[in-house]
């Protein structure tokens, strides 16, 4: 079961009325697709346009403006979308929402829409899809490669330093991502020769500079150059013979404001004019500003819609993370965040994070496993607190299946835990405590699919009874499935939504521990330097807490991950220092869980050192604790690290053993990244006995798993295959 459904609004004209259907992405294409008609006055909906338009050109700022923004875009809600789609979409969660629309609708902001909570553009990561008149053309599309090319055109007529400024931020943005992106900066007194005959070079083009709209002849409106107008006109001349950008982010400056009075669509279709010029020409993607911005607040856009999308992020959610910054920096009144829309799948991915190196994603996955089981620990405790604390206020029954079941949990008994915790809310659908123990429960079983079931009816309970405090629990917990699942985009997103929320509602245990995980995500992506900063800001708010609970555990957890770093770093002397100052306090604590993972990490670094009778001892302490509490997620991983302890000191049999029972595990619980590895390590043994076909069996098999999980590793396998088959 997925959790964000991508969702597809498709909205047809018809005379006097809109024919719409929306309908689910991830699923099976439907034998029958339902459509729900609606009338519709065009005119009354052109002056609601108009008159959003106005709002959106005034130079003046104010709660007023955006509060009218908020009545237009209801109007719009109640005179454009049908009562079945309305409630669809207000049940959904925040998910992926792509607009095919009809060449007639694209003057309609329905980006801007609001449904009575929200504006559509800020619940949902948006894109659009035009339906248009004309021949059908067969259009080449750019293959994106790994590393990718970009080409940033700033201040091109040499009259507009703040779109100088903009494009050296963004250059200067992805100098330390050297091996995700090569950047050329190009500014000042650029001619349309050199944008024709460079194009096509690169995969990615941001342009900083004038747009120009020809109100009597639209083909000839465009990019203003040195020497002239780029114009929709030569755009749809390109294309045919080669291959455009996959991305265009055209932060053109107007020239001119709109006039208050009656205001025609030109913003939007010198915007769209651009962009099908460009769409039918190849160009996958094309984001365009509707209105002049701010200097200080285009550049802040700029910045963190590339952020977003280095990491991983769609090129849809990353713009409506920026949306929700721009918001945050300069409020709601200064629409600033309804400048820009994307014509093109919002879904798409430029930046795919990689799996880490062979010794390096062991130790990411220990790290995991102590933000995951610190998750468990801290609220089991929470829960358990708040079941005492309402047991007045419930019916005796399900608090006591639900103590039990915390009880049951606690012993590793999880298959108990979870048919004490189904009886409970057997009794009470809403009894909200009893969700992530269910799923916690499901995970350690290595059941992944029923865990994130139960994740996802924790959300949606928890929404359903508006508990915000229970929502940023599960927006924490789902992340932490999403990233340990290879799955970084999404678990990024509830990072960012479990951060927000915890905020408005100043409850900074919350904050600090989706600060925490959102570090883990940072380390995963190798991001160290980003990771020590969400760590230090998690530290502070924990020391701030003194002696509570919560704060300690959590405390503990920040070290653990900074030693993490370090490690990740090869600084082995401070990975152990942090870890043994995390260790220390969980034994305070006496928190099991996560003194497994400190023992697990504090011997993989004696591991590096070769000290290897010490790492055995940390891993049977270790051991001891994941046996003890059932975790065959642990487990898994576990035995694989033994056997590569054994297989380094040369005792094959037991590294054997202990591999075998890894990959069996890992099968057991469908955990590829522990399968890969642990074939991996068989292969090694294999080879150094000189059982050739057993070794090339196993590397087979793991090279298939990391064909798509880790492409460099599956070449480094490719070679050692190649180097077995002439040995």
Partial sequence: MQLTQALTLEVFKQESSLKLGLFTQNDPPATLRHYNQVSVSFEEVNCLCRELICILNRPARIDAEAENARKIGRLLWDHLI????????????????????????????????????????????????????????????????????????????????????????????????REKVHVDFKSTTIDKAYVKKNICDYDILHFAGHCEFDKNDSRRSGWLFSDGVFSVEEILKMGLSSDLPALIFSNACHSAELSPGPVNSGYQEVNFNMAGAFLLAGVRHYIGSIRKIEDTASQEFGRKFYTQLLSGISVGESLRLAKLKLIKDHGLAGLHWASHLLYGDPGFVFFRAKAKK????????????????????????????????????????????????????????????????????????????????????????????????????????SEKMKNRKHLADAYIKLGWFYQSSGQYAKARQFYDKAIDLSRKLKNRVKEASALRKLAVWHIDNEDYETALELLTKSIAI????????????????????????????????????????????????????????CFFNLGEICLFQKEYQRAMDYYSKGLKIDLAQNNKVNLASDYNMIGELYLEMDNLEQAESHLKHSSELAEEINSPPDLAVANYNLGLLYKKIGKKNPAREHWRRAQEIYRSLDPEKYKEIRSQLMELDVS
């Fill in 542 to 597: 924990n020391l701030a807490g003194g002696n509570d609970f919560e704060h300690r555990r959590n405390l503990a957890s920040d070290y653990f991950d900074i030693g993490l770093v370090f490690a990740n770093k090869d600084d082995y002397a401070g990975a152990k220092e942090f870890y043994e100052k995390s260790r220390k306090i969980f034994e305070q604590l006496k928190l099991e869980n996560e003194l497994s993972d």
């Fill in 358 to 461: 062979q010794n390096k994603r062991l130790l990411s996955a220990r790290a995991k496993k102590a933000v995951f089981s610190g998750g468990i620990s801290i609220i089991i405790i929470v829960l358990g607190f708040l079941a005492a604390f309402w047991i007045p206020k419930l019916h005796p029954g399900k608090v006591y299946l639900f103590l039990n079941s915390q009880a049951q949990y606690r012993k590793g008994n999880n298959q108990a835990a979870i048919n004490l915790g189904l009886q409970a809310i057997n009794k009470d659908r809403n009894f909200l405590s009893v969700y992530p123990l269910i799923a916690n429960a499901y995970w350690r079983m290595g059941e992944k699919q029923k865990a994130l079931k139960y994740y996802f009816d924790y959300v949606l309970r």
């Fill in 82 to 177: 049908s009562r079945p789609i309305k409630e669809k979409l207000k049940d959904s969660l925040p998910a992926q929402l792509t607009l095919s629309l009809d060449e007639e609708l694209i003057h309609i902001p329905w980006e801007l829409i609001f449904d009575g909570s929200d504006f559509l553009s800020l619940k949902f990561s948006m894109g659009r899809l035009v339906r248009s008149r004309g021949d059908s053309t067969s259009v080449r599309y750019r293959n994106v490669s790994d590393r990718l090319k970009m080409l940033i055109l700033a201040n091109p007529t040499g009259d507009l330093s703040s779109a100088y400024s903009e494009g050296l931020n963004i250059k200067n943005q992805f100098a330390h991502k």
